[in-house]
Each structure stands twice: as C-alpha cells, then as structure tokens.
C-alpha cells in the first residue's frame, strides 16, 4: 500500500547571547544554507535570490535548485517555494523534489531569555511510499547535522 500520510520531524537549538538578527544574517542566504549543509550536500539557486528574504512567499516555485553530494554528484532536484516569511522570525518553505511529491520545512527563530531558539519543522509524503522510512531517517540525519553545524558556528558546543 503506498503512503499517503505525511511523514515528520522537528529538532530545537538554543544559541545563547544572539539576537534573532544575529542568527538571521548567518542563515537568511544560501551561503549559510549550505554551510550548515556542507561539505556532504550543497544546493545551488539563482545569484538573484542569493538572499532568502528577496524570494517572494506566494508559493510560487521561482527556481529548481540542484541538489548535490560533495558539491559534485547530482542526488536530486528541489522545487522551492516560500508559502509565508516575516524576517528574522520565520519562513514557511513548501516545495517539492524527485523524492517527495511534498515537502513542508518551517524554521522559526524565537528570542528566548538570554538567545534565540530555532526550530526547524518537516514534513514530507515520498513518492515511493516504502521508502518513507528511509528518507525520514536520512532528512532527520541532515537536520541535525544541521542544527550541530549551526551551532558550531556561534561557538556552542
């Protein structure tokens, strides 16, 4: 039987002594999206979008971005689509790739007493629904390599 319930995630970071605009300026852009991608995944886009805030949130897909292993073998082609944003507190991705016929990632930035906490929240449907499992292992995988790489870059541990 193929599946057809959304699969999901979520991981939580605190990064102490920022601001939501400290956290921002280092993920708002794709330089800091395959930063805490990298080495083992890079996505291309557009040099016009090379900041998040300047792709409109109408869900529209303006760009396929290239999906890559090492920067070098193509693994897949992402569909990307902004359906809501207020910057520095939140985007509202919904996109779609050769994987899934779904994708959803919200990250949220919240001040909390003495930083900010992101929350970055997934779903997904596969288009092969056995391989569901697997992918929700991987992408649980990248987010939290992610959410270490994020926080390496503020000095957490």
């Given at each position: ?130 391989m569901g499992g697997f992918l929700r ?21």
């Open positions: 039987m193929a599946q057809t319930a959304a699969l999901s995630f979520e991981y939580t970071s605190f990064i102490p002594d920022v601001t939501r605009e400290d956290v921002w300026r280092t993920i708002g852009n794709w330089d800091g999206v395959n930063n805490e991608l990298g080495p083992l995944i890079k996505m291309s886009y557009p040099k016009t979008y090379a900041q998040l805030a300047d792709i409109p949130a109408d869900g529209k897909s303006y760009f396929t971005a290239g999906v890559t292993l090492f920067g070098i073998i193509p693994i897949d082609r992402h569909k990307f689509a902004f359906v809501g944003k207020d910057i520095p507190n939140y985007f509202d991705e919904r996109s779609s790739n050769l994987n899934m016929k779904f994708w959803s990632h919200k990250r949220t930035l919240i001040e909390r007493e003495g930083g900010v906490e992101v929350t970055d929240t997934c779903a997904f449907i596969p288009r092969i629904g056995f292992a991987t992408f649980s995988w990248v987010f939290r390599r992610r959410h270490q790489r994020l926080k390496k870059q503020f000095g957490v541990s």
